[in-house]
C-alpha cells in the first residue's frame, strides 16, 4: 500500500461506518433510554441501535489496516509529530469547548470542571482508546507481519475477549441456573480474571483483525459465510438488547 494511495473500499467503509455512528447517536437521543420498552417506538430504535453497533469496530480496523501494513510508512516521527499530535490537539480542544459550555452554560461549579478536564466527556472515549494502539503500534507491526502469530493472536482475543466472557455472561442469565452451576461459573470467571491477558483484550483484536482481514483472499464461499456472521451478529445484538431489557424490566 503506497503512502499517498487510496484505498476504495476502506473510504466505502469510512462511510458506513459514520453513517452507522450518526444512526446510533439518533436513536439514542429520542428518549430511548426513557421509553416503554415493549412499545413500537422503542423496538424500532432498539432495531436501528443494534443494527449500527458493528461502527466502532469497523473504525478500529480500518486503522489497522492502514498503521499495521509494512508497506505504509510509520515512522517514529509521523507516529508522535503528526498521527498523535492530531489526536492530543483535538482532545485538549474539545475537552476545554465542552468544559467552557458546561461552566458559563449550565453554571457548573468549578470542581466538577475540573474533573472533566482530567478525565473525558463520554463521547470523547475514542480519542484516548485510538491513541493507546498507536502507541502500541511499534510493537504490533512485527507481529502482524507474521501470520501465524497474528493469527495466535486474533485466536486469544476471539477465545478469552468474546466468546468466553460472553457465554459466561449469558449462561448467567439462564433462569434459575442451580446453585452449584452459578458457584461454578462465578469460579471460572474469576479464574479468567486472575490470566489477566490485557495484551489480547479490548480494542486491540479489532485493530489486528483489520490488518488480517485487509491481507486475506476469500472465496465467494467464505466471504458470503462472513456476511451471514456479521447479519447474525446484527441479529442477536437485536435480539438480546430486547430480551435482556425485558428481563430486567426497564432499558439500561
Request: glycine content about 8%; proline content about 4%.
Amino acid at each position: 500500500m503506497a503512502h499517498k494511495q487510496r484505498v476504495a473500499y476502506l473510504d466505502y467503509l469510512r462511510l458506513v461506518a459514520i453513517l452507522g455512528v450518526i444512526t446510533i447517536h439518533v436513536a439514542t437521543s429520542l428518549n430511548f433510554y426513557r421509553q416503554d420498552y415493549a412499545s413500537l417506538n422503542w423496538q424500532i430504535l432498539n432495531f436501528w441501535d443494534g443494527l449500527s453497533r458493528f461502527c466502532v469496530p469497523v473504525f478500529i480496523m480500518i486503522s489497522g489496516a492502514i498503521f499495521l501494513n509494512p508497506d505504509f510508512d510509520l515512522s517514529w516521527e509521523k507516529l508522535f509529530k503528526k498521527y498523535l499530535r492530531r489526536i492530543v490537539v483535538s482532545y485538549l480542544n474539545w475537552q476545554l469547548i465542552y468544559c467552557g459550555w458546561y461552566y458559563f452554560a449550565k453554571e457548573g461549579d468549578l470542581v466538577t470542571v475540573a474533573k472533566f478536564l482530567i478525565g473525558s466527556y463520554d463521547h470523547l472515549w475514542y480519542l484516548p482508546m485510538i491513541a493507546g494502539l498507536y502507541l502500541v503500534t511499534p510493537l504490533l507491526r512485527p507481529l502482524a507481519r507474521r501470520r501465524q502469530l497474528l493469527e495466535y493472536y486474533l485466536l486469544l482475543a476471539l477465545l478469552f475477549a468474546w466468546l468466553l466472557p460472553t457465554g459466561l455472561d449469558l449462561i448467567r442469565l439462564w433462569p434459575k441456573p442451580p446453585k452449584h452451576m452459578a458457584d461454578a461459573l462465578a469460579a471460572f470467571k474469576r479464574l479468567l480474571g486472575k490470566l489477566d491477558l490485557q495484551t489480547v483484550m479490548g480494542f486491540g483484536g479489532y485493530y489486528m483483525a483489520g490488518y488480517y482481514f485487509s491481507q486475506a483472499h476469500m472465496s465467494k464461499r467464505n466471504l458470503y459465510f462472513v456476511q451471514a456472521l456479521g447479519l447474525l451478529g446484527a441479529g442477536a445484538t437485536i435480539g438480546l438488547s430486547g430480551w435482556l431489557t425485558a428481563k430486567a424490566g426497564h432499558c439500561a
